[in-house]
């Protein structure tokens, strides 16, 4: 009777060891959404510059195009980075800079600058990255139909993905879009430990109604010092 007694004991014992490592293990309810997106906004609107890295896929063979780029955004509307651009199949990377209102794009098998349109590149202004009205912060909090669909690690970090729609209008501050009606399918990935948001995709006609091109935005390096002053232009 002993040995079946210390047998139930144990039994007793394993069962409820098992229930609280379960519990212990179970995924904590998901943030609300919007609220996740509102927390990013905030880390994008309070540092003093990032970091971040724009890759592509699906791009169309014909017409200009943006290809991909990457650079340093600073608070109250700087820019200094790259964009690689395509015409026909061609790609050229350039050296840009942005300040004070003024797009500057290094002038090609030169060392000098001149003034351009940003939308020869494909791109808005890109010193507006950090502009919370304009910006990358914006789409965060005018995003349409968001839903959170999981956690997932990168790296170090754990991130919680959220999914939307933005319209053009809202995507069209930062990427050139040529249908204004158009509607683009967007996941944020926010990073859980510092709500900083860390990538965005962007799936949708950017070039029209027969192509579907995805845009990647990552963002690193959140407040590291940077300097940006005006390039010498040319004549």
């Known amino acids: 009777m002993r040995v079946r007694r210390r047998v139930g004991i144990l039994l007793a014992l394993v069962a409820w060891t098992a229930s609280t490592v379960l519990v212990g293990c179970a995924e904590d309810p998901p943030a609300n959404p919007?609220?996740?997106?509102?927390?990013?906004?905030?880390?994008?609107?309070?540092?003093?510059?990032?970091?971040?890295?724009?890759?592509?896929?699906?791009?169309?063979?014909?017409?200009?195009?943006?290809?991909?780029?990457?650079?340093?955004?600073?608070?109250?509307?700087?820019?200094?980075?790259?964009?690689?651009v395509a015409t026909g199949g061609v790609a050229l990377t350039l050296q840009v800079v942005s300040l004070d209102g003024t797009l500057y794009a290094q002038i090609p098998f030169t060392e000098r600058f001149a003034a351009t349109d940003p939308d020869r590149l494909g791109i808005a202004d890109p010193a507006l990255m950090l502009d919370p009205g304009q910006g990358l912060s914006s789409f965060l909090t005018d995003a349409k139909r968001v839903r959170h669909v999981g956690r997932a690690r990168s790296g170090r970090e754990v991130v919680t993905q959220v999914s939307a729609r933005l319209p053009a209008k809202v995507v069209g501050r930062l990427l050139v879009v040529a249908d204004p009606r158009a509607t683009f399918e967007t996941n944020f990935f926010v990073a859980e430990d510092t709500g900083q948001l860390r990538k965005a995709t962007f799936r949708g006609p950017f070039y029209g109604k027969k192509s579907t091109t995805t845009y990647t935005v990552v963002l690193d390096r959140y407040g590291e010092p940077a300097t940006i002053t005006k390039p010498h232009k040319g004549a």
């Open 34 to 84: 919007r609220s996740t997106l509102v927390e990013a906004k905030r880390q994008l609107d309070t540092t003093r510059t990032v970091h971040f890295r724009v890759t592509s896929a699906g791009l169309p063979e014909a017409g200009a195009v943006l290809v991909g780029g990457d650079g340093v955004a600073k608070r109250p509307a700087a820019f200094a980075g790259r964009f690689r």
